[in-house]
C-alpha cells in the first residue's frame, strides 16, 4: 500500500478506498476524496446498495465517471459524530 498527496481521482489504481459514516439522514462521504461531480454520482447510488455506513461495512462500486480507478470501496466507518463530526458529503452531493 501507498499513501501520496495526488488527486485520487487521477490514481492509476484497481480500487480507490472512501470513507462513508452514518448519520440519521443516511450515508455520508467523510472528507473530501473526489471532485463534486463524481462524488455525488457516487453518492446517489449508495441508498439503493444499501451502503449505511456502519462499522467493517464494504460496498465495492464501479468508479463513476471522472475516477480513474476501475472500483470505488466505500468503507463504513461507523457513526459521523464519533469521528467528531469531520466535514462530509450527503448522497446528494451537499456538504454537511
Excluded: F, I, Q, Y
Aim: proline share 9%.
Amino acid at each position: 500500500m501507498n499513501l501520496t498527496l495526488k488527486d485520487p481521482a487521477r490514481l492509476d489504481v484497481d480500487t480507490l478506498v472512501v470513507g462513508v459514516a452514518r448519520t440519521p439522514d443516511g450515508p455520508v462521504v467523510v472528507g473530501e476524496p473526489l471532485a463534486k461531480g463524481p462524488l455525488k454520482a457516487l453518492m446517489s447510488t449508495a441508498p439503493a446498495l444499501g451502503v449505511t455506513g456502519a462499522v467493517d461495512e464494504v460496498v465495492r462500486v464501479p468508479a463513476p465517471s471522472g475516477v480513474k480507478a476501475t472500483v470505488v470501496a466505500l468503507v463504513g466507518l461507523g457513526d459521523h459524530e464519533a469521528h467528531g463530526g469531520a466535514d462530509a458529503t450527503s448522497p446528494g452531493g451537499e456538504r454537511v
